[in-house]
């Protein structure tokens, strides 16, 4: 809970004590030498969301967010389980990262303008594309976000989320409460105990909340709006680049091995294949992975390790019910457009 | 006391002669100088340079700098504020205000309510009632030994257990007890008010002014003339005039149900009465036992004497023994309430909008964590120091005075 003090306090430490990171020497990144010493990639993921980031009853995080982390620690490391999780709330992250605690951050995080111009972070790509939704009680009978004038509505406090429903309410000259707690557990069982009329976050994660409800979530609904834009993505630390561009085609990578049906059932046969693309992205032709300064199968180890793109969906996000929709390939009717592998 | 005794405590410390300062090392004063600025001296070129190192480092992590997101529209709801507030339009200079706001709204009334339950519990202790003294001594040992963080969320939960808006509680007229909150209904505040409250003013002033012309006239006849009736005058019947001489305006807002919850009237949040509750509960625990050793360090002899002298024994205890206990436990009892004050930010685990929330949200929607932990700070130290002042002042003036 103090937490965000500890990492400013970590942050202001750091920016006392050390001059701007020096130009290494090893690979000309900073973060992959540090990845690489360390044996381990940390990654910074949510205190525990369904489909995205959870630990399951081995205590192994799974979810969306989790596999894309795994996904870059394939890739910089060959090895997807050299990888340690460090959970995070919504207002301690961004320090967090600021400060060195993690090297990437991969929890529904959503991309903005504001974030980038002032936290001297960046996004990597967009892992998730998602909105801001509502849920209420089924019992209350509320049908529409319109209908929740004078509404008090539970939130995590320093998100994106509390910004966009502040707007949202203004513009629709309607009233709210905002009840406002950091820890999600707490926010939810807040809400369950009738504190809020609503409770407001990323759809998907009302989605996960809806499911770790398990017989009750038929007593929760989702109204059908969603009133914002929150494209979720990867966050890296700004000034290297060469990370930033191994984090970022990770993603692509996989987004293109979907396109090009490479699985990890298949990826051993496929480096056989004929087809340029796809001996490009699996580095059995060309060097494009070792001029990004990873190995140049950094593909195989990603596929083989998580799957591509829509392996890794069925497998976290899929069984919350959750449609592929605006998240499928493009060719598909959907937003993800991984750029050319050339 | 005739003129040729000197009571050497009563008279000035005789000081040595006064010597110029001479520009010699062995001269102590001029050494005592050269000291003080050379370590004034480090320490400033210490902060100079750390704080120059951060903006540098800052500025190369491209991490936004400068308190000019104080100006800027805060964008972040907030539940309860004291003075207006609006997403769209107020800053986040305005944002922290009502965070200050709210932690001193917490710290105030916690510390008044912890004090006096406290007092009451210190001295049920020692009570000759021995059901008495059980229940205030299990009160203090279970109290003190919970974490306070954990009674905050017991209290806050506890308080959601409330029915819903629509089967709330509707103990009088106009008071409503739900999961959202205590309503009660407010007085319109209309300009006569306002006048009423200063004729109140002026009121105090006159009771103060007729009781100390009571004690003087006390102490002259040993007659002491009774000071209530005129204080009600004061306090009550002056104000209450003007009041209606202005019109007599009164005008209630009842609460009322309409749709999700109440509209009208004014609210105690779940959230605030939680925090107030769970530190005012948890603090007095310690307060009593502060106030227990301050009486029992009031030697029995006072307990005797004016036993002697016929007093009863309550009057014993508000005329002999607490004025004496104070001594004893003003100084113990500062650090409690700075607890207290400290303790406040736990509000965060229970949504309540204190100064740490608001900052921590702040930091966290304008990526500047450092401004905004130094605004943190600097509310705790100001509300520290104003406590620690005020109850030192307090403490100069009840300490003993020996004659
Ligand atoms: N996308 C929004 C909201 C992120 C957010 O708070 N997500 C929630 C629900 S999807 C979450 O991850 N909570 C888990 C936690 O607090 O650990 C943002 O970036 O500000």
Redesign the pocket.
Known sequence: MKRHILSGAMLLGATLAFAAPAAAQGSGSATIDTIKSRGMLVCG?????AG??LADSKGVVQGIDADTCRAVAAAVLGDVSKIRFV????TN?FTALQAGEIDLLV????W?LG?EANLGLLFAGINFY?G?GFMVKSASGVKSVKELDGATVCV?P?????LAIADYFRLNKLKFTPVLI???NE?QNTYLAGRCDSYS??A???A??RFQQGPKAEEQVLLPEIISK?P?GMMVRKGDDKFFDVVRWTLFAMLQAEESGVTSKNVDEMLKSTNPDIRRLLGAEGDLGKAMGVDNKFAVSIIKGVGNYAEMWDRTVAPLGIPRGINNLWNKGGLHYPPPIR | MSGAVIDPRQAPIRAAPKKALSLSWSDPRFRNIVWQVVVLGTVALIVWYLVQNTTRNLAARRIATGFAFLGRTAGIPIGEALIDYDPSISTYGRALLIGLLNTLKVAVVGVVLATILGTLLGIARLSKNWLIARLSAIYVEVIRDLPVLLQLLFWYTALQGLPTPKNSFHPLPGVFLSNRGIKIPVVEWETPFWWALAAFVVGVIGTVAWSRSATRQQEATGVRPKVWPVALGFLVGFPVLIWGALGAPFAVEMPVLRGFNFTGGATVSPEYSALTLGLVIYTSSYIAEIVRSGILAVPTGQWEAAGALGMRSGTVLRKIVLPQALRVIIPPMTSQYLNLTKNSSLAVAIGYQDIVSIASTTLNQTGQAIEGIAAIMLVYLIISLSISLLMNWYNARIALVER
């Open positions: 993921v949510s205190t525990g969301v995205f980031s959970p995070l709330n919504t992250r929890r529904s995080t959503t903005t974030r998602d801001t995590q320093g998100t994106s989320t509390e950091q820890d999600q926010i976050t990323d998907s994660g009302l996960a909340f929150e979720l």
